[in-house]
């Protein structure tokens, strides 16, 4: 490109040097150089007086130089026509090209010979390295500590040129403010007035509060306990209600047979019957039977087999009562002379024990000159 600069004017010269000095040989010859921007030259004719005829000392209506000429090829400025020095549409570099190569900053490589001769400030979780010669950004090893500039993380490293964090997590315990997380500024706890109540206590003990105001969580601070007693309450906040033991609590006995008297020494205290504590009797001397029982029988009411406690004491008596003793034949002197036969209805073979069946006397009569058994049965021997 310099060649091309430098050529341009030394050809303008040597074409304004052949037209001044190689034309016809009848034109005048000048000793000196020509001036460009002179409209005379310095130097006359030989013996003329320096002028010709009505000549001032330049050609006829001219100024010294080719009519339409500035000493230059006509509409040339001393250039190739419609040339600036430069290639057409060329500002001196390669079309669209900003003089770097793509995708680069706009900044030729470093050379280098090492690492530390490469200046610039790399971009993040980036360094520079020098590689063939040249300066080279490349991301650095990954687990690389670095600043990711947000302040909703933590523990930031490089990965794969790329630096992050993990979130952090903004709580500040409080259970009365809103715990939030921004990136510039980091984390922030909004005091808050919460419509949330806390409950605390037990039974009569319980109270309530609003959980947070202004950001202050309050403090529920449970009632009093009292004596338990049986109201349907839980007087004594243990989270029971008319438990045993109570005051106006009735003593229960402990009922199995559900015949309304329990057992002596086995009792509890209750605001209310609760199984098998439900009798408010007691003497029981067998749970087992629901006949068995303090009580009082009726001329009929006889038992012929033993209770579930293998006993005939039916009543709580701590006896046995048989229904039938023992029968027998008499011989009676009648008035007058003479003999009769009476009877005693009873068991035949002597006493027979609850619950044994044996031969029952109904009736005697003289038989064979003898007051004997006539009429007999078998019976079980009741007791109560």
Not at 136 to 154: I, L, M, Q, R, Y
Not at 235 to 246: K, S
Request: one cysteine or more.
């Amino acid at each position: 490109m310099k060649l091309r600069f430098f050529a341009l004017p030394v050809l303008a010269a040597f074409l304004a040097l052949s037209i001044g000095c190689n034309g016809d040989e009848g034109s005048p010859t000048f000793d000196d150089a020509f001036e460009q921007d002179s409209k005379a030259t310095s130097d006359t004719k030989a013996k003329d007086d320096g002028t010709t005829a009505e000549d001032d000392g330049a050609i006829a209506d001219d100024d010294g130089a080719i009519a339409d000429d500035d000493g230059a090829i006509a509409d040339d400025d001393g250039a190739i026509a419609d040339d600036d020095g430069a290639i057409a549409d060329d500002d001196g570099a390669i079309a669209d090209d900003d003089g770097a190569i793509a995708d680069d900053d706009g900044a030729e490589q470093q050379e280098c010979e090492e690492d530390t001769d490469c200046d610039g400030e790399p971009k993040k979780c980036h360094e520079f390295k020098c590689e063939d010669l040249k300066c080279k950004e490349v991301p650095v090893a990954n687990d690389t500590a670095c600043s990711d500039d947000n302040h909703c993380t933590e523990n930031d490293t490089c990965q794969d040129g790329v630096c992050s964090g993990t979130a952090i997590t903004c709580d500040d315990l409080n259970p009365c403010t809103e715990d939030t997380c921004d990136p510039e500024s980091g984390c922030s706890f909004k005091a808050i007035d919460s419509g949330d109540t806390i409950i605390c206590g037990k039974g009569e003990c319980m109270r309530e509060v609003q959980k947070c105001t202004d950001g202050v969580p309050n403090v529920c601070v449970e009632g009093q306990p009292t004596q338990e007693v049986c109201d349907g309450k839980d007087n004594d906040c243990d989270g029971h209600t008319d438990e045993e033991d109570a005051d106006d609590c009735t003593t229960y006995y402990r009922d199995d047979d559900g015949d309304e008297f329990g057992v002596d020494g086995d009792t509890r205290c209750l605001c209310a019957a609760a199984a098998p504590y439900t009798a408010t009797k007691g003497g029981d001397c067998c749970d087992k039977d629901d006949q068995a029982y303090p009580q009082e029988f009726t001329e009929e009411q006889w038992f012929i087999k033993a209770n579930q406690c293998d006993s005939f004491d039916y009543n709580c008596s701590e006896g046995e009562e048989k229904r039938w003793g023992i029968g027998s034949c008499l011989s009676i002197p009648r008035p007058g002379g003479g003999r009769t036969c009476g009877v005693k209805q009873g068991f035949d073979e002597g006493a027979v024990e609850c619950g044994v069946a044996a031969t029952y006397i109904l009736n005697c009569s003289i038989s064979g000159g003898r007051c004997q058994a006539t009429e007999t049965e078998e019976r079980t021997q009741p007791c109560r």
